[in-house]
C-alpha cells in the first residue's frame, strides 16, 4: 500500500465569500469523469455551503448522522480545520484511504477564516503522508472587495481607517489573515472579475503579487469558471515546503499562535416565511449598522415553493432558488451571520420586521428603511 500512487489533494482556501464554493461547484461540474472526493469546512454552526455541494446535480451527497460515509462530501462543521484538524480531519481522511480505489483527487474547501499553512502541515502525518499529497493550494480573492480596498497593503490607506473605522483592530487582523492565505498559495484564482474595470483588476493584481513568490501563477474567474487542468495535476506537493513560508500567525522562532477564533461571532438565525424584498434590504443596511462579515443562509419566501440561497458580503448580496421545499421539510428561515461583538437579540428583532405577517411584510420598530436599491446584486 505505502508503495501505490499517492492521491493528489488541492485545498481551496480564500476570504469570506470570495467564491470558492462557486469554483468548487464548477470544478465538480466539469471533472469529466475525474472521481473527486469532496471535504467542505465552513466556520458556523449551519451547513450552508455543504448543502449547496450537495445539490450540485452530481449525485454528491454528505456524510450520514451516524458518521457512515453515505457519497463523497464530507461536512466538517465544528469549527475551521486549522483548530479541529486533529479531531476531525485525520479521521475522514482515513475513510477517504479505505475507498482510494474510488478516488482520483481530494479537494478541500476550508472555512473562509481559515489559515491553510496547518492544514497543508497535517498532511506530513505519517499516516496521511503515505497516502496523499497536497496537489496545490488555491487561494481565491474577491477581486471587487480587493480592489475597493479591504485588503489593500498601504499604510496611508490603513491610517485612513484608523481614523474613519472605529473596529480598525479588527480590520488589520483580517488583513492578516488574507496575506497568510496568499502566502500559503500556490496558485491564485481572482474571481468575479466581470465585476471590475480592466484597471481595478490590474490594481489587485499588483496588491496581491506583493505577496507571492514570482512562480505562483494569478489566472482571473467569472462565475467561478476555471479549467480543470489549471486547477488540478499541479503537483506541488505543498506539505514538503509550507514550513519555509512565515505568516503573521506565527511566532519569530517559528511556532504557531494560538488560531483563537473567539474575536469572530457566528450567529444562526432562525425565522419564519419572510419578504424577500423587505429582507434584502433590512441584510444590507444590518451590514451597515453592525461588524457584520458574511450572511448566507435559506430563507422561505411567502408563497414560493421554491427554497431562497442568500449569500453576502459586506453590501454585495446574491440570492437565488435552488430547489424546492421537499414534502417532509417544513418551509422556514435560516441564516448564519459571522462577525465582531454580535447582538443577537437586536439582530434578530431587525430581522423580524421582514417575516411576513397575516400576508405583509412587519414594519413595526424596525427602524430601518424598506428601500432595496442599494444592493449589489453579484
Known amino acids: 500500500m505505502a ?28 471533472s469529466a469523469g475525474l472521481r473527486i472526493a469532496v471535504i467542505v469546512n465552513e466556520f458556523g454552526e449551519l451547513g450552508i455551503d455543504g448543502d449547496i455541494l450537495e445539490r450540485c446535480s452530481l449525485g454528491c451527497e454528505v456524510e450520514g448522522e451516524a458518521g457512515e460515509s453515505s457519497g463523497n462530501v464530507y461536512e466538517l462543521a465544528n469549527g475551521c480545520l486549522c483548530c479541529t484538524v486533529q479531531e476531525e480531519f485525520y479521521p475522514v481522511m482515513r475513510l477517504l484511504l479505505e475507498r482510494r480505489e474510488q478516488i482520483d483527487h481530494v479537494v478541500i474547501e476550508t472555512s ?8 497543508v502541515q497535517a498532511f506530513n502525518w505519517p499516516e ?42 479588527h480590520q488589520s487582523a483580517l488583513h492578516e489573515l488574507f496575506e497568510d492565505q496568499l502566502m500559503a498559495a500556490d496558485l491564485v484564482v481572482l474571481s468575479k472579475t466581470d465585476l471590475v474595470t480592466d484597471s481595478e483588476r490590474q490594481q489587485v493584481v ?46 519569530e522562532e ?15 438565525i432562525s425565522l419564519p416565511a419572510m419578504d424577500r424584498n423587505r429582507l ?3 441584510l444590507v443596511e444590518l451590514v451597515e449598522q453592525h461588524t457584520l462579515f458574511r450572511i448566507k443562509g435559506f430563507v422561505a419566501i411567502d408563497g414560493k415553493p421554491m427554497r431562497l440561497v442568500v449569500q453576502g458580503v459586506g453590501r454585495r448580496f446574491d440570492s437565488y432558488f435552488d430547489r424546492r421545499w ?40 424596525s427602524g430601518i428603511s424598506s428601500q432595496a436599491e442599494h444592493i449589489e446584486v453579484l
Open 3 to 30: 508503495d501505490a500512487k499517492k492521491i493528489p489533494a488541492t485545498i481551496v482556501t480564500g476570504f469570506l465569500g470570495s467564491g470558492k464554493t462557486t469554483l468548487v461547484r464548477n470544478l465538480l461540474e466539469s
Open 112 to 119: 473562509g477564516l481559515a489559515l491553510p499553512k496547518p492544514l
Open 128 to 169: 496521511i503522508r503515505n497516502a496523499f499529497t497536497v496537489d496545490a493550494v488555491v487561494t481565491v480573492v474577491d477581486t471587487p472587495a480587493t480592489a475597493a480596498g479591504q485588503f489593500a497593503n498601504d499604510p496611508r490607506a490603513v491610517q485612513q481607517q484608523r481614523l474613519a473605522d472605529p473596529n480598525l483592530d
Open 206 to 251: 499588483d496588491v496581491v503579487r506583493q505577496e507571492l513568490p514570482d512562480e505562483v501563477k494569478i489566472i482571473n474567474s467569472a462565475h467561478g469558471k476555471v479549467p480543470i487542468s489549471l486547477l488540478l495535476g499541479l503537483g506541488k506537493a505543498s506539505e514538503e515546503t509550507i514550513d519555509q513560508r512565515k505568516g503573521h500567525h506565527e511566532h
Open 254 to 268: 517559528g511556532h504557531e499562535h494560538d488560531h483563537d477564533h473567539d474575536q469572530f461571532d457566528s450567529l444562526v
Open 280 to 282: 434584502m434590504a433590512v
Open 326 to 365: 421537499q414534502a417532509q421539510e417544513t418551509p422556514h428561515t435560516q441564516l448564519v451571520l459571522i462577525g465582531q461583538h454580535l447582538d443577537e437579540g437586536l439582530l434578530q428583532a431587525a430581522l423580524m420586521t421582514a417575516c411576513v405577517q397575516d400576508g405583509h411584510a412587519s414594519t413595526a420598530g
